[in-house]
């Protein structure tokens, strides 16, 4: 049993393989369901969220505006948390078996208090970090 289990979870990893070439076929691939975004928590050096006002993500080498776009309810949550998306599936297909630098900007009554790089990526499946800090102290 753990010998299938060990072969079934080989054969996944290996159908979504993270890779820069994008010419990568992915039929055959197993996906899950789920939606994955990842995000970044900003804290201040007392360990409290940082509420930001706006923030922004883009693609480093195009300069395209990657930044999600969020509902009001959401965020207010984020905002409670200092948790903010980066990036997500919804750039999966897009960005498929490839790698890219982002860059994340939050501001707060027009200041730019916080710019962080991080280097994402999308299997056959899904979106991943590869680089970067998830968590953030700021001043």
Not at 92 to 97: A, K
């Amino acid at each position: 049993m753990k010998y299938l289990f060990f072969l079934t979870s080989l054969l996944l990893f290996s159908s979504c393989s993270n890779t820069d070439d994008n010419t990568s076929s992915c039929n055959g691939a197993v996906c899950t369901f789920d939606f994955r975004t990842i995000t970044v928590e900003i804290k201040d050096s007392s360990d409290n969220p940082v509420a930001l006002d706006v923030f922004k993500v883009t693609n480093v080498k195009t300069g395209d505006d990657l930044t999600l776009e969020i509902f009001e309810n959401q965020w207010e949550i984020m905002r409670k948390n200092g948790s903010y998306p980066i990036f997500s599936d919804r750039y999966s297909n897009e960005f498929r078996n490839k790698t890219l630098k982002i860059n994340f900007k939050g501001f707060i009554n027009d200041k730019e208090v916080i710019s962080s790089d991080f280097i994402v990526g999308a299997d056959c499946c899904h979106v991943s970090l590869i680089e970067g800090e998830n968590s953030i102290t700021i001043n």
